[in-house]
Protein backbone atom coordinates (compact mmCIF):
# COMPACT_ATOMS: atom_id res chain seq x y z
CA UNK A 1 0.00 0.00 0.00
CA UNK A 2 1.13 3.65 -0.61
CA UNK A 3 2.12 6.20 2.27
CA UNK A 4 1.07 9.23 3.42
CA UNK A 5 3.22 11.50 4.79
CA UNK A 6 2.26 15.71 4.08
CA UNK A 7 5.55 16.85 5.54
CA UNK A 8 7.26 15.81 2.32
CA UNK A 9 4.57 18.71 0.77
CA UNK A 10 7.26 21.53 2.46
CA UNK A 11 9.71 20.57 0.14
CA UNK A 12 7.38 21.15 -3.04
CA UNK A 13 7.32 24.09 -5.05
CA UNK A 14 4.15 26.19 -6.09
CA UNK A 15 3.21 28.01 -9.20
CA UNK A 16 2.34 31.67 -9.19
CA UNK A 17 -1.48 30.71 -9.61
CA UNK A 18 -1.11 28.41 -6.31
CA UNK A 19 0.61 31.28 -4.35
CA UNK A 20 -2.09 34.17 -5.33
CA UNK A 21 -4.88 32.07 -4.53
CA UNK A 22 -3.55 31.37 -1.03
CA UNK A 23 -2.53 35.20 -0.12
CA UNK A 24 -5.93 36.24 -1.45
CA UNK A 25 -8.12 33.79 0.89
CA UNK A 26 -5.72 34.91 3.88
CA UNK A 27 -6.49 38.58 2.83
CA UNK A 28 -9.73 37.34 3.36
CA UNK A 29 -9.92 35.69 5.70
CA UNK A 30 -7.94 38.45 7.61
CA UNK A 31 -11.29 40.84 6.74
CA UNK A 32 -13.40 37.86 8.06
CA UNK A 33 -13.91 39.06 11.65
CA UNK A 34 -14.92 42.27 9.90
CA UNK A 35 -17.92 40.40 8.19
CA UNK A 36 -18.91 38.85 11.28
CA UNK A 37 -19.55 42.05 13.30
CA UNK A 38 -22.40 42.91 10.83
CA UNK A 39 -26.03 42.70 11.72
CA UNK A 40 -26.63 39.45 13.67
CA UNK A 41 -30.02 39.12 12.51
CA UNK A 42 -29.04 39.30 8.34
CA UNK A 43 -26.18 36.72 9.25
CA UNK A 44 -28.30 34.14 10.50
CA UNK A 45 -30.17 34.49 7.83
CA UNK A 46 -27.50 33.56 5.16
CA UNK A 47 -26.55 30.68 7.59
CA UNK A 48 -29.84 28.94 6.72
CA UNK A 49 -29.51 29.75 3.01
CA UNK A 50 -26.14 28.35 3.03
CA UNK A 51 -27.11 25.53 4.95
CA UNK A 52 -30.52 24.95 2.57
CA UNK A 53 -28.05 25.11 -0.85
CA UNK A 54 -25.71 23.34 0.83
CA UNK A 55 -27.76 20.11 1.51
CA UNK A 56 -29.59 20.30 -2.00
CA UNK A 57 -26.39 20.77 -3.77
CA UNK A 58 -24.27 18.12 -2.40
CA UNK A 59 -26.96 15.65 -2.80
CA UNK A 60 -28.04 17.14 -5.89
CA UNK A 61 -23.92 16.11 -7.28
CA UNK A 62 -24.81 12.22 -6.14
CA UNK A 63 -28.58 12.32 -7.77
CA UNK A 64 -30.31 12.36 -4.11
CA UNK A 65 -32.85 14.95 -5.10
CA UNK A 66 -36.87 16.41 -3.44
CA UNK A 67 -38.74 19.17 -4.50
CA UNK A 68 -37.30 22.40 -3.11
CA UNK A 69 -40.40 23.10 -1.05
CA UNK A 70 -39.68 19.50 0.95
CA UNK A 71 -36.28 20.49 1.06
CA UNK A 72 -36.77 23.98 2.75
CA UNK A 73 -39.24 21.76 5.40
CA UNK A 74 -36.48 18.88 6.04
CA UNK A 75 -33.80 21.48 6.59
CA UNK A 76 -35.86 23.37 8.90
CA UNK A 77 -37.09 20.10 10.55
CA UNK A 78 -40.49 20.32 10.00
CA UNK A 79 -41.35 17.22 7.94
CA UNK A 80 -40.45 13.58 8.03
CA UNK A 81 -38.63 11.98 4.95
CA UNK A 82 -41.08 10.17 2.49
CA UNK A 83 -39.03 8.22 0.46
CA UNK A 84 -34.85 7.46 0.53
CA UNK A 85 -33.77 10.69 -1.22
CA UNK A 86 -35.20 12.12 1.65
CA UNK A 87 -33.57 9.80 4.17
CA UNK A 88 -30.29 10.64 2.55
CA UNK A 89 -30.57 14.65 2.52
CA UNK A 90 -32.04 14.74 6.22
CA UNK A 91 -28.84 12.63 6.96
CA UNK A 92 -26.83 14.94 5.48
CA UNK A 93 -28.43 18.19 6.91
CA UNK A 94 -27.52 16.43 10.32
CA UNK A 95 -24.31 15.86 9.64
CA UNK A 96 -23.86 19.59 8.31
CA UNK A 97 -25.64 20.59 11.13
CA UNK A 98 -22.82 18.94 13.64
CA UNK A 99 -20.40 20.20 11.85
CA UNK A 100 -21.67 23.76 11.62
CA UNK A 101 -21.92 23.95 15.53
CA UNK A 102 -19.54 21.31 16.46
CA UNK A 103 -15.90 21.68 14.68
CA UNK A 104 -14.00 22.98 17.35
CA UNK A 105 -14.79 19.40 19.04
CA UNK A 106 -14.39 17.26 16.02
CA UNK A 107 -11.05 16.12 15.60
CA UNK A 108 -9.69 14.83 12.40
CA UNK A 109 -9.39 11.28 13.36
CA UNK A 110 -10.71 8.08 11.99
CA UNK A 111 -13.22 7.14 14.79
CA UNK A 112 -14.80 10.50 14.00
CA UNK A 113 -15.44 10.02 9.94
CA UNK A 114 -17.06 6.88 10.75
CA UNK A 115 -19.44 8.20 13.30
CA UNK A 116 -20.20 11.22 10.80
CA UNK A 117 -20.88 8.82 7.85
CA UNK A 118 -22.96 6.85 10.67
CA UNK A 119 -25.24 9.96 11.07
CA UNK A 120 -25.08 10.78 7.02
CA UNK A 121 -27.17 7.39 6.95
CA UNK A 122 -28.74 7.45 9.75
CA UNK A 123 -32.08 7.48 8.43
CA UNK A 124 -31.83 4.76 5.54
CA UNK A 125 -32.18 0.88 5.48
CA UNK A 126 -28.68 0.61 4.98
CA UNK A 127 -26.43 -1.56 7.05
CA UNK A 128 -23.17 0.05 6.28
CA UNK A 129 -23.40 3.29 8.17
CA UNK A 130 -20.70 4.30 9.77
CA UNK A 131 -18.29 0.94 8.92
CA UNK A 132 -15.33 1.67 5.93
CA UNK A 133 -16.32 -0.65 2.87
CA UNK A 134 -16.61 -4.60 2.69
CA UNK A 135 -16.09 -4.61 -1.13
CA UNK A 136 -14.23 -3.16 -4.10
CA UNK A 137 -15.08 -0.23 -5.30
CA UNK A 138 -14.46 1.55 -8.25
CA UNK A 139 -14.88 5.59 -9.55
CA UNK A 140 -16.63 5.13 -13.13
CA UNK A 141 -18.66 7.28 -15.67
CA UNK A 142 -21.15 5.88 -17.92
CA UNK A 143 -20.57 7.34 -21.90
CA UNK A 144 -24.00 8.41 -24.10
CA UNK A 145 -24.13 5.40 -25.16
CA UNK A 146 -24.17 3.29 -21.99
CA UNK A 147 -20.88 2.17 -22.06
CA UNK A 148 -19.17 2.23 -18.78
CA UNK A 149 -16.00 3.61 -18.17
CA UNK A 150 -13.71 3.18 -15.00
CA UNK A 151 -12.38 6.70 -14.27
CA UNK A 152 -10.04 5.32 -11.18
CA UNK A 153 -9.72 1.85 -8.64
CA UNK A 154 -9.52 3.04 -5.14
CA UNK A 155 -7.51 0.96 -1.90
CA UNK A 156 -8.90 -2.40 -1.54
CA UNK A 157 -10.80 -2.72 1.74
CA UNK A 158 -8.22 -4.22 3.62
CA UNK A 159 -6.22 -1.39 3.13
CA UNK A 160 -8.56 1.10 3.78
CA UNK A 161 -9.64 1.75 7.52
CA UNK A 162 -4.82 1.77 8.12
CA UNK A 163 -5.10 4.24 5.06
CA UNK A 164 -8.01 6.78 6.66
CA UNK A 165 -5.73 6.47 10.31
CA UNK A 166 -2.14 7.24 8.53
CA UNK A 167 -3.82 10.54 6.29
CA UNK A 168 -5.63 11.87 9.83
CA UNK A 169 -2.39 11.57 11.70
CA UNK A 170 -0.02 12.96 8.86
CA UNK A 171 -2.58 15.83 8.34
CA UNK A 172 -2.33 16.55 12.42
CA UNK A 173 1.33 16.34 12.15
CA UNK A 174 2.06 18.23 9.64
CA UNK A 175 -0.31 21.19 10.82
CA UNK A 176 0.86 21.07 14.35
CA UNK A 177 4.38 21.65 13.40
CA UNK A 178 3.36 24.15 10.77
CA UNK A 179 5.17 23.02 7.73
CA UNK A 180 2.44 23.68 5.12
CA UNK A 181 -0.19 26.11 4.64
CA UNK A 182 -3.31 24.70 5.77
CA UNK A 183 -4.84 25.88 1.85
CA UNK A 184 -2.47 23.36 0.61
CA UNK A 185 -2.48 20.51 3.01
CA UNK A 186 -6.12 20.53 3.55
CA UNK A 187 -7.37 19.39 -0.26
CA UNK A 188 -4.42 17.22 -0.21
CA UNK A 189 -5.80 15.50 2.32
CA UNK A 190 -9.96 15.43 0.37
CA UNK A 191 -7.59 14.41 -2.77
CA UNK A 192 -6.64 11.05 -0.55
CA UNK A 193 -9.32 10.55 1.14
CA UNK A 194 -11.46 10.09 -2.47
CA UNK A 195 -8.85 8.13 -3.64
CA UNK A 196 -8.71 5.91 -0.78
CA UNK A 197 -13.12 6.02 -1.32
CA UNK A 198 -13.52 4.56 2.34
CA UNK A 199 -17.20 3.48 1.68
CA UNK A 200 -19.22 1.67 0.43
CA UNK A 201 -21.69 4.98 -0.28
CA UNK A 202 -21.71 8.19 0.51
CA UNK A 203 -17.72 9.18 -0.14
CA UNK A 204 -18.28 12.65 -1.86
CA UNK A 205 -20.88 13.63 0.71
CA UNK A 206 -18.65 12.64 3.28
CA UNK A 207 -15.54 14.52 1.52
CA UNK A 208 -17.70 18.21 1.22
CA UNK A 209 -18.59 17.88 4.79
CA UNK A 210 -14.60 16.76 5.57
CA UNK A 211 -14.24 20.10 3.54
CA UNK A 212 -16.13 22.10 5.37
CA UNK A 213 -15.32 20.91 8.84
CA UNK A 214 -11.16 21.54 7.56
CA UNK A 215 -11.47 24.62 6.59
CA UNK A 216 -13.54 25.78 9.95
CA UNK A 217 -10.97 24.23 12.10
CA UNK A 218 -8.21 26.02 10.08
CA UNK A 219 -10.53 29.32 10.62
CA UNK A 220 -12.04 29.94 7.62
CA UNK A 221 -15.33 30.28 8.25
CA UNK A 222 -16.77 31.44 4.41
CA UNK A 223 -18.45 27.77 3.88
CA UNK A 224 -20.85 28.86 7.04
CA UNK A 225 -22.34 31.74 5.39
CA UNK A 226 -21.89 30.59 1.53
CA UNK A 227 -22.06 27.69 0.44
CA UNK A 228 -19.08 25.73 -0.82
CA UNK A 229 -21.20 22.62 -1.84
CA UNK A 230 -23.28 24.43 -4.40
CA UNK A 231 -20.04 26.33 -5.92
CA UNK A 232 -19.14 22.63 -6.17
CA UNK A 233 -21.76 21.51 -7.84
CA UNK A 234 -22.30 24.45 -9.77
CA UNK A 235 -18.44 23.74 -11.17
CA UNK A 236 -19.29 20.16 -11.48
CA UNK A 237 -17.50 18.79 -14.76
CA UNK A 238 -14.34 21.25 -13.77
CA UNK A 239 -14.39 19.53 -10.00
CA UNK A 240 -14.27 15.85 -11.85
CA UNK A 241 -11.87 17.29 -14.23
CA UNK A 242 -9.37 18.40 -11.57
CA UNK A 243 -9.57 15.11 -9.70
CA UNK A 244 -8.99 12.55 -12.91
CA UNK A 245 -5.70 14.82 -13.52
CA UNK A 246 -5.02 15.02 -9.59
CA UNK A 247 -5.09 11.15 -9.22
CA UNK A 248 -3.32 10.13 -12.09
CA UNK A 249 -0.17 7.94 -10.54
CA UNK A 250 -1.66 7.70 -7.21
CA UNK A 251 -1.00 4.53 -6.14
CA UNK A 252 2.71 4.99 -6.60
CA UNK A 253 2.95 8.34 -5.12
CA UNK A 254 3.55 9.92 -8.66
CA UNK A 255 0.36 12.22 -9.01
CA UNK A 256 0.29 15.93 -9.12
CA UNK A 257 -2.09 17.39 -6.57
CA UNK A 258 -1.98 20.79 -8.09
CA UNK A 259 -4.58 20.82 -10.43
CA UNK A 260 -6.93 19.66 -8.09
CA UNK A 261 -5.60 22.22 -5.07
CA UNK A 262 -6.15 25.22 -7.64
CA UNK A 263 -9.48 24.02 -8.09
CA UNK A 264 -10.48 23.93 -4.45
CA UNK A 265 -9.06 27.08 -3.70
CA UNK A 266 -10.51 28.71 -6.65
CA UNK A 267 -13.81 27.89 -4.63
CA UNK A 268 -12.89 28.94 -1.84
CA UNK A 269 -12.03 32.31 -2.81
CA UNK A 270 -15.41 32.63 -5.04
CA UNK A 271 -17.21 31.86 -1.76
CA UNK A 272 -15.10 34.49 0.01
CA UNK A 273 -15.53 37.10 -2.31
CA UNK A 274 -19.29 36.18 -2.62
CA UNK A 275 -19.23 36.89 0.82
CA UNK A 276 -17.75 40.12 0.58
CA UNK A 277 -20.52 41.27 -1.92
CA UNK A 278 -23.32 39.88 0.55
CA UNK A 279 -22.22 41.56 3.13
CA UNK A 280 -21.64 45.48 1.38
CA UNK A 281 -25.51 45.05 0.64
CA UNK A 282 -26.16 44.27 4.09
CA UNK A 283 -24.26 47.73 5.28
CA UNK A 284 -25.95 49.33 2.64
CA UNK A 285 -29.36 48.16 4.51
CA UNK A 286 -27.86 49.54 7.20
CA UNK A 287 -27.76 53.22 5.98
CA UNK A 288 -31.04 54.09 4.83
CA UNK A 289 -31.45 52.58 1.63
CA UNK A 290 -34.70 51.36 0.56
CA UNK A 291 -34.97 48.08 -0.44
CA UNK A 292 -35.50 49.17 -3.99
CA UNK A 293 -31.84 50.51 -4.14
CA UNK A 294 -30.34 47.35 -2.26
CA UNK A 295 -31.74 45.09 -5.07
CA UNK A 296 -31.07 47.76 -7.71
CA UNK A 297 -27.69 47.55 -6.56
CA UNK A 298 -27.11 44.03 -6.69
CA UNK A 299 -28.84 43.46 -9.85
CA UNK A 300 -26.80 45.47 -11.69
CA UNK A 301 -23.68 43.54 -11.03
CA UNK A 302 -25.63 40.56 -12.53
CA UNK A 303 -25.80 39.20 -16.04
CA UNK A 304 -28.00 36.72 -17.50
CA UNK A 305 -31.08 35.74 -16.15
CA UNK A 306 -31.50 35.36 -12.29
CA UNK A 307 -34.78 34.47 -10.04
CA UNK A 308 -36.22 36.13 -7.02
CA UNK A 309 -34.95 33.34 -4.53
CA UNK A 310 -31.38 34.12 -5.96
CA UNK A 311 -32.04 38.20 -4.98
CA UNK A 312 -33.30 36.84 -1.80
CA UNK A 313 -30.50 34.98 -1.13
CA UNK A 314 -27.80 37.67 -1.88
CA UNK A 315 -30.14 40.25 -0.10
CA UNK A 316 -30.09 38.91 3.80
CA UNK A 317 -31.63 42.18 5.03
CA UNK A 318 -34.75 42.12 2.99
CA UNK A 319 -38.00 40.08 3.30
CA UNK A 320 -39.55 38.10 0.58
CA UNK A 321 -42.22 40.90 -0.13
CA UNK A 322 -39.35 43.71 -0.42
CA UNK A 323 -38.00 41.69 -2.89
CA UNK A 324 -40.87 40.97 -4.47
CA UNK A 325 -41.99 44.84 -4.69
CA UNK A 326 -38.43 45.93 -5.79
CA UNK A 327 -38.34 43.86 -8.27
CA UNK A 328 -41.96 44.50 -9.93
CA UNK A 329 -40.97 48.23 -9.65
CA UNK A 330 -37.46 47.48 -11.54
CA UNK A 331 -39.33 46.29 -14.30
CA UNK A 332 -41.81 49.19 -13.83
CA UNK A 333 -39.17 51.73 -14.84
CA UNK A 334 -37.62 49.62 -17.11
CA UNK A 335 -34.42 48.32 -15.24
CA UNK A 336 -35.33 44.52 -15.60
CA UNK A 337 -37.40 42.47 -17.94
CA UNK A 338 -39.53 39.98 -16.57
CA UNK A 339 -38.86 36.32 -18.42
CA UNK A 340 -41.58 33.10 -17.90
CA UNK A 341 -44.19 32.59 -15.40
CA UNK A 342 -45.20 30.73 -12.44
CA UNK A 343 -42.51 28.99 -11.07
CA UNK A 344 -40.20 29.57 -14.08
CA UNK A 345 -40.48 33.43 -13.41
CA UNK A 346 -36.77 34.90 -14.00
CA UNK A 347 -35.30 38.64 -14.56
CA UNK A 348 -32.57 39.74 -16.91
CA UNK A 349 -31.47 43.15 -17.14
CA UNK A 350 -32.84 45.29 -19.85
CA UNK A 351 -30.02 46.09 -21.12
CA UNK A 352 -28.99 43.21 -22.47
CA UNK A 353 -32.34 43.08 -24.39
CA UNK A 354 -31.62 43.00 -28.34
CA UNK A 355 -34.33 44.51 -31.02
Known amino acids: M ?21 SKIHEYKGKQELFLRQKPVELERLIEIA ?42 RNVLNLVHENYDVLPVKS ?39 VLFKPLEPYE ?8 CETYQNTLSRELVDELILIPCFILDFLCI ?36 ADTKEAYYDALQKADEGWHIEKN ?12 ILACYREFEARITLVEKAGTKSTS ?25 SLGSSSVESALKKL ?23 TH
Open 111 to 149: NYILQMHRDLLKYTNYSYGGQFKTSPNEIDMVLQNGEKV
Open 160 to 167: TPDAINMI
Open 51 to 92: KIQSTEASNRIEGIVTTGSRLKQLVADKTTPQNRDEEEILGY
Open 292 to 316: YDIVKAHVSERIGAFSKQEVLASCP
Open 331 to 353: VEDGTLVRIGAGRKTAYIKADSV
Open 2 to 22: REFDYSKLANKTWDNEIISYI
Open 197 to 232: HPFNDGNGRMSRLLTLLLLYRSGYLVGQYVSIEKAI
Open 256 to 267: DPKPFIKYMLGV
